[in-house]
Each structure stands twice: as structure tokens, then as C-alpha cells.
């Protein structure tokens, strides 16, 4: 398509460097340009800038002492030779110095060296002889009559000079111009050839002068030249294209305009002409007349249209190539309405034939579609359309296009199916569905996003009744049965219209934030009202689409939800009877640690008498045990609340802890089973490890089990050295981990994958139940554990991480 971009030649025009560039000259210069009438026209591209007052002054001060010189030696001429009988040839030279010096400047100079050379000519050429008295009336009136001659002399020769400045002026323009500029006088003789005609036709000024223009170019007309040339003296103005010949003998096509040129008493005296070369634009569109069939052609193919032309009259009939191919006919073949009908399906004659008579007939335009029952036995569906033309008044024709629209037909036959399968499917799935739409409050948004909002959230906090203005923007426009159902309602028609009855605005407005983040899926747990006042637990999706409405799904979880806190109940009973029966391994630990502290009161109670029944009571050692009891019944204390703690059966209650405190109250609380199974426990914390959002008992739960197994993992088979390590890493500061290491005989490949399943266990009389105990509340924080043989004590690592808080533990 490169030829619809190009664009007509146009012929640069390159002035010469005397032209446009200005030359500087000296006052002489000018001068002596002046007398010998060889001063250039000013240039009317570049014009001279306007003197400063500073420069004209000093102009008119050259000026004049030139003038004064040459007034002066003219004098001082005819005095030597004594010519006072002939003051006329003093008159002529002064007029001669008054004219040079008109030319160079304006009526003032003029004006003033006039009556220089009057006061001469009185001086030294009348009588008296050198004196200034004028005794003759004839002298005063040869004087005036001087100053009126030099005045009208100086005047029309300083209006020759402009005129002829705006001649050279005016055709320096026609010079400038691209276009080809000639004048031609009524017998067709060349009088004016402009430069754009010597580079268009390649002829210079002088060979062109004086030919016949249509001789010289051997031009080309649309009409008779003597046609044309009536046309434009009666109109005064011609236009239209000529063909024409440049001296190389190249062809090119010109726009030519014609202006007549006539005298002031109306005479015919010649024709301006202006041509334009337009030949690249010709061809151009040539080209594109060429290529617009071409593209015709094409897009009828593409798009399965052919053309066609009814002559009503004749019969006669025209196809485009198209047509040929819907009917299956040879390019060859004269198309006609027999040809015609024979394609024509035979239960679609009578339509056809009846929409022609009745266009033929009324002339109406047609719009129908009909049946072509092929050769080969396959149908095409054809929508033809027809209107009347009015070329010609009384032999009708019809002009119009067929389209072959059998695919068109199977697509739209496979999209009223799909509708349908549609419709089936969103009337009878059991899922409820919603059909609503979301155009208005989408709208709503993008007004928003045009008034500059970016931070959506802070606009709804601004204004929140922003929320309830969009609920009402959304419509429910259609549902199904089992949102019917659901919702309790008698029918759909309850539920069509504002999404109001039934959501809340905390709900939507996350709805909303989803859709301003342009995001096309939204999935929520929420709760609705029922029409009939039931609270129920739904999971919402919403799908948006690209028609302006929104499929959203209902999925009932209320029985789900009751099931889950059931779940989390029995869960809680499960933890709760893991500790207890932590406890109860813990036992003789317990009893011996809470018998120290009892013990020890014992014994300073006793020692407590005896200094209290001495004759002399020694009140300082009884005040010391009895410091020392207390402390011992507060260490019993802790004890017994650490297990009452453990045993208690309560609701988690979620507080920002602190990891390290956590483990140490863990490990503290194994101190004694630690001390009596030999093993040594150590723990590596990270300096600044996150808080954790957790329940404290929990937390403690989970480290006592895991440090529990992997003391009894190492008892069980008799490891000579016995060490836990308790680790804490955080990951990118997003979470901690926690491990506890043993130096047990670690893990069996294939007890890995089940280690925490419930009731898998590999110990004697164990239940299976505290492994999996700790992955339920790890998974209930939002965490994870895992294990493998990776401890540095050569055992098995239990490992688990928990989502970090805001704050760290220093």
C-alpha cells in the first residue's frame, strides 16, 4: 500500500545567494547605483531592516554633503565659464543634481537642494550678479517656476521608482511560487515564463518566450482548445487538467487555472495561467482505483458477499466474481434468473420468486434469505439485499449484494443451543446462583477512578455512606431454583431487584475493594438474612464477565459451619485429654517435685520448734525458716499451677506471646523428668525472634509432647548420651520456626509419612493421638510441622513454624 502514501511532487525551489543573502554597500555604492539606475529592488522575502534615527541621520548627512559637493562644483563649473548668459544650462545640471538626490532619499532632500539651487541660480545667473535681489518679475517667475519643475520632477520619479519596485517585486514572487506561472497573449504567444515553468517544463525564459504555448508543451486538452478558450473569456476563469509535454519529452499532468486578463476599457489582452503538477497524485490515485477493486475483490471473498445488478427491463443481469463462486458457476457463464433458479432450493422458489415480483413490480428494496441446493447436495443459506436504483427514470434496476450466511447460520444455531444448555444449567443446579447486574455500580467506580481515588479503602472510610449508595447500583436480574430455595422465598420475583434485604455492608464493601482492584474473582464466607429470618453460613463467588453483569454462586455451609465447631469442640477434648494424660506419664515427676518443696517445709517447721521452745527463743533463725518455707510453699504452688494449668479444660484464648518465655516455662515444667532420664536439654533462641499470636497452654502443650517422645525415644533404646536441643530461626521475618533435636535413633523411613496420623504410634501402650494432637493446633495457628532425622545430635528433628506477629523479642 505504499503508492496510498505518496504525495505529489513538489519542486524545490533553491534561491540563488544574491537573492535572499544581503549584500552590505557602502554609501558610494549606492550612490553611483542610483545615478547609473542600477540599484537593486528591495528584496520582499528578506526585507531591509528600518534604519535607526541614529543611522538615517548619519545617511542624510552623507547624503547632503555629496549633494552639497556636487551643487557646489557645478557652480564653481559654469562660473569659470562663465555661462551667465545661459542660466538654462544652470537649470538643467541643478535638475540633473536634484533628481540623483531624489532618488536616494525622500521629499525632504528634494525639497531642500530645490531651494539651494534656487538661491544659486539667483546669485550667480540673474542680475544682479551675486547678490540675492530679484529686480525682474520675469527672474521671479523662471524661479518658481523651477521649484514647481523640480518639485513634479522629483515626485514622479520617486513614484516611478516605487512602482517599478513593486513590479520587480510582484514577479520576484511568481518566481518563488513551485508552481509552473506563464502568461500568454490572445493569439496563445508565450509574454510571461515564471521559473517554476522552467524547472516543471524544463524550457528557460528565453527559449519559451515568444512560442505558442500548446505548440511548445503539446498539450493534451479535455475539450476543444477553442472550446475552452470561450469558456474562459465568457466566465473570465478556466480550470481543469492538462496533459502536457516538458522538453525531455516526459509526460505530466497538470491542474491548470485559468484568469483573463483584460485591459481598462475591457479589451482582451491575454491569460494568466497557473499549473500545478499533479502527475504523482494521478498516478497515486490511479493506483488506489486499482487497488480499491483489488481490496473489493478480496473482502468479498473474505467476507462471502458478492454483488450483483437487475436490469427489471432486459433481464439482464451482472455478478461479481463472488457471485459466481456462492453459485457455484463458471466466471465464463452469463448470469441469469433461469441460472438462478436452478440453485434456488425448490422449497424456496415461490419466496424467491415472489420477493422479485414484488421489488420488480413496486420497486421495493429486498431483504431475505433463501436456500441454494448445490450439486454436490449441500445447502447454503443465502441473506440477499436489494434497492432500487435511480439512474434512470422508467427502466428499473435493483442493485444489491447476496451473503453467504450458512456459517453464520450453524454458529448462531450452536449458540441458541448453547443458550439453552445455559438456561438448563442455571435453572436446575443445585449450587445457587445469581445473575446480577453490576453496571451501574461499576460505573460508579470507574467515576471514582476519573475523579483521581487511588486509595479506595480511605475513600470508604471517609465516606461510608459511599457503601450503601453502591448496594443499591447492584440488581439482581435473574436466579434459580435453589436460590429461591435457599433464601426462602415463594418465588424469584421476591428476589430480583436491590441486593439490599439481604447483605451487610462489611461484606460488600470487601466486595467493592475486590472490583476497584479490577480483580475478576472474589470468594468470601459471610452470612446472610433469609427472607424468612434465618441466619445462614454461605460461601460467595462472584465471576465477573464482560457484558456488564455478574454470575455469583451460594454455597450453604450452615451445616459445614455447625459440623466445624463440633469438630473444634472434640478437638479441644482431644488436647485436653493429651495433657492429662501427659500428666499422668508425668506423675512420680510431679509428685517428686511438689515432695522437695514439702519436704523442705517439713524439716523448717520442725527446726522452727525447737529454736521456739528454748528458754531463750531465737527469733532470727525462726524468722529465716519461715522465710525459707514460704518460698519453698510458693515453688509448691507454681507446681501445682503449671498441672492445674495443663489439666484445666477452657476455650483457646489467642494473646501476643513470647516465643522464648514459652519454652523456658515448657522446659521448666520437665525439669525434674529431665533430671531423673539423665538426658541434657539445651536450647539455641534467635537474639531477636518475632511474637507469635498463640494460645499459651497450646504452645505449651505441643514443646512438652515433643520433648516427652524424644526422651522416650532415647530411653527406649538405651542411647549412652541423651540430649534435646530447642532451636528458634525466623524465616524473612515472617515467621518462626522452633525444633526440638534429639540424639534418639530418629525416624524409620517408612513410619515418616504416618507419623502424624492419628492413632499411629510406635511406642508400647501408647494411643497415637499426641503427634497429631500437635499438627491440629500448629495447622489452627495458621502454622505447620514437619519432622526428619536432619538433628545435629545425629536423632530426629521435629520442626514447626507459626506466622510471625508485629514486634519482636529482644
Known sequence: MQHLRQSDTAVEYEPTSTEHRPVPTSFLSEFIAALLNTKPNPDVILPRTRPTFNEHIRYLARLWTVGIVLMTAATWGMVRLQIFDRPGTAILAYLLIIIVLSL??????????????????????????????????????????????????????????????????????????????????????????NRGAERLFGWTREEALGKTVHLLLKTVYPAPLQEIVETANRDGRWEGELVQMTRDGAEVVVSSKWTVRRDTRGNLIGTLQSNTDITARKRAEEALLKSQAAYLSEAQRLSHTGSFGWNVTTGELTWSAESFRIFGFDSEAKPTLELVFQRVHPDDRMLVRTQLERAATHEEPLDFEHRLLMPNGSVKTLHVVARPSLEERGHPKLVGAVMDVTSHKVAYSALEQSEQRYRLLF?????????????????????????????????????????MKAMHAFKTEEVNDACVRLLGAKDAQDLLGPITPFWQPKYLRRLLESRFRNESFFEEKMQFVTLDGRLIDVLFTAVRTGFGFSIS????L????????????????????????????????????????????????????RWLNRPQPDLDEVRTLIQRSLSDARRAADIIARVREMAARRAPARVLVSPHAIILEALQFLRHEVEWRGVTVSHSFLPAAPHVLADRTLLHQVIVNLAVNAMQAMAQVGAAERRITVRTASLDGASLCCSVEDSGPGIEPDHQPRLFESFFTTKEGGMGMGLSICRSIIEAHGGRIEADNGSIHGGARFSFTLPAANGTLQ
Open 104 to 193: 536616494m532619499d525622500s521629499f525632504v532632500t528634494s525639497a531642500l537642494f530645490s531651494l539651494i539651487a534656487v538661491g544659486c541660480l539667483n546669485y550667480f545667473f540673474m542680475v544682479p550678479l551675486y547678490s540675492f535681489e530679484i529686480t525682474s518679475t520675469q527672474d521671479a517667475v523662471a524661479l518658481v517656476a523651477f521649484v514647481v519643475t523640480s518639485f513634479a520632477i522629483t515626485t514622479l520619479v520617486r513614484r516611478a521608482r516605487r512602482f517599478g519596485e513593486a513590479q520587480h517585486a510582484q514577479a520576484h514572487l511568481l518566481d518563488l511560487t513551485p508552481d509552473a506561472i506563464l502568461v500568454v497573449d490572445v493569439n496563445r504567444v508565450i509574454t510571461y515564463w
Open 553 to 556: 454462586g451460594l454455597v450453604d
Open 427 to 467: 435453572k436446575f443446579m443445585p449450587i445457587s446462583l445469581w445473575r446480577v447486574d453490576a453496571g451501574a455500580a461499576c460505573e460508579m467506580l470507574d467515576e471514582l477512578r476519573a475523579a483521581g481515588v487511588t486509595d479506595f479503602p480511605a475513600y470508604l472510610d471517609a465516606h461510608p455512606e459511599w457503601i
Open 558 to 609: 450452615t451445616e459445614l459451619v455447625k459440623a466445624q465447631e463440633t469438630l473444634e469442640r472434640l478437638q479441644i477434648e482431644f488436647a485436653h485429654a493429651a495433657r492429662v494424660s501427659t500428666l499422668g506419664e508425668l506423675t512420680a515427676s510431679i509428685a517428686h517435685e511438689l515432695n522437695q518443696p514439702l519436704g523442705a517445709i517439713a524439716t523448717n517447721c520442725s527446726a522452727g520448734l
